[in-house]
């Protein structure tokens, strides 16, 4: 009895460091071998001369227009304002042998600057795409009440996260199949993967960014295409009004170093380890405590920026 009774814990204790190994090492490998020890596992110059970046003039943009400029690669800026895009072309040409392009346009403008867009880049051997283009709520807020004092923002926010994703893979894709070679990356948010509430129409943008990005990449796979999701946590950038990086909220440069060295590793990535491991956090929490409870510690952490935004523009007025 007391054999049997010890045979059977044995093999629920291998069964329960099974499934954790199970979860853990790809986990593991994912998030910090692979990146460290391999990546990137492909050299994005030999996938063309060119490379394609949208809102290229701020934050993870720029920053992954330069470190794609670094490797060699020419470089297509795409954004709203010309004389930011003049300054960004010229910051790079300074420190890197390069050619830049530039395309003022934007995004929140309807389906024809895709044809400006794509007459600009028609010719180019394009290898990279970043679909990094995004805007958010200007602080979390309420669906109806956003609504009520930007009504134009649905449109413009459904415009610039995913109007601009899905036709510039289209505008771009052809090519790189005929070429069997090429990397999309798109540019979602740990928002996706999280609760969100008060920023429910970005976290969704961004969700469909992510599903879209993993069902492409099965689409494609075969054809020598990698596209990847990128979920960034909070960032040091103009979106996230966080001017002073720190350890959660790197630099630009410092998280779009950390993200490149995941491509062709992970589909989907927060791109930068303390960001995966606030993910992880989160994830438990909900496992642990239960899902509502931990959609109820981040509504509560997000209405009290709420409240202190409100707070901040009544003074102002
Ligand atoms: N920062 C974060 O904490 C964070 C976290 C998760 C995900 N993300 C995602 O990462 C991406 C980049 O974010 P970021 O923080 O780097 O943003 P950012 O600093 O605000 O920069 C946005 C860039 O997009 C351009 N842009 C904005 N609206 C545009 C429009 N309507 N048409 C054309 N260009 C436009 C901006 O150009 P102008 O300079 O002319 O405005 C700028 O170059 C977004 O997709 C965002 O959702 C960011």
């Not at 530039?102 to 970043?130: A, H």
């Not at 740990?190 to 970005?202: F, G, H, M, Q, R």
């Amino acid at each position: 009895m007391a054999l049997g009774t010890c045979i059977l814990g044995s093999i629920c204790v291998g069964l329960v460091c099974a499934q954790i190994a199970r979860r853990v090492l790809p986990w593991l490998y994912l998030n910090v071998f692979g990146p460290t020890l391999f990546g990137p596992k492909v050299d994005l110059r030999r996938l063309g001369d060119w490379a394609v970046v949208t809102g290229a003039t701020d934050g993870i943009g720029k920053a992954y227009a330069k470190a794609l400029a670094k490797k060699g690669i020419n470089v297509v800026l795409i954004s709203r304002s010309l004389s930011k895009l003049e300054a960004v072309a010229k910051e790079i040409t300074d420190s890197h042998k390069v050619e830049i392009k530039i395309i003022d346009i934007d995004f929140t403008d309807g389906p024809q600057i895709y044809q400006k867009i794509e007459k600009n880049i028609t010719g180019l051997d394009i290898g990279v795409l970043v679909n990094n283009v995004g805007i958010s709520y200007p602080h979390p807020e309420f669906f109806i009440d956003n609504n009520n004092r930007h009504p134009e923002f649905l449109r413009d926010i459904i415009s610039v996260n995913i109007h601009s994703v899905t036709h510039m893979c289209a505008l771009v894709l052809p090519n790189m199949i005929a070429k069997k070679k090429g990397v999309i990356i798109n540019l979602s948010s740990t928002a996706a993967v999280i609760p969100n509430p008060l920023l429910s129409v970005y976290s969704g943008t961004k969700a469909f960014v992510d599903k879209f990005s993993v069902d492409l990449q099965t689409e494609y796979r075969n054809q020598g295409i990698i596209v990847q999701s990128v979920q960034p946590g909070f960032v040091a950038t103009n979106m996230a009004k966080i001017r002073k990086s720190t350890l959660l909220a790197p630099s630009p440069d410092t998280y779009v170093a950390s993200a490149l060295k995941t491509v062709g590793i992970a589909s989907q990535t927060a791109g930068y380890l303390p960001h995966a491991l606030l993910q992880l956090t989160i994830h438990l929490l909900g496992a642990v405590a239960g899902d509502q409870m931990a959609r109820n510690f981040i509504f509560n952490h997000l209405s009290g920026m709420r409240k202190r935004a409100l707070r901040n523009s009544e003074k102002k007025k």
